[in-house]
């Protein structure tokens, strides 16, 4: 199994990302896949999340800026950022997970820092 994000980088506030994360070994469009960031000192956090026939989640804080989007043809899952702000700097993590516990799987993390 592996997913494997990219797409970090250096942004200016108010910019833009997209963040991308490609999987093999599971069967994706059985997964509901998700976005976490982990800033310095803090816990890990959700950020949003795509079931398997498209219905998404964010967290309060990223509604109306982010967007996830899953391609089940590619078994990608994708996060377009916009508007960035400083405290959405953060390690971010794509997850794929499985009903009735039968998978949890994460990639390793991308670098997002927004910064002027």
């Known amino acids: 199994v592996q997913l494997q994000a990219s797409g970090g980088g250096l942004v200016q506030p108010g910019g833009s990302l997209r963040l991308s994360c490609a999987t093999s070994?599971?069967?994706?469009?059985?997964?509901?896949m998700g976005w976490y960031r982990q800033a310095p000192g803090k816990q890990r956090e959700l950020v949003a999340s795509?079931?398997?026939?498209?219905?998404?989640n964010y967290v309060d804080p990223v509604k109306g800026r982010f967007t996830i989007s899953r391609d089940n043809t590619k078994n990608t899952v994708s996060l377009q950022m916009n508007s960035l702000k400083p405290e959405d700097t953060a390690v971010y993590y794509c997850?794929?997970?499985?009903?009735?516990?039968?998978?949890?799987?994460w990639g390793k993390g991308t670098q997002v820092t927004v910064s002027s």
């Open positions: 070994g599971i069967t994706f469009s059985r997964a509901v």
């Open positions: 795509i079931t398997s026939v498209g219905s998404s």
């Open positions: 997850n794929a997970k499985f009903p009735l516990a039968l998978g949890d799987y």
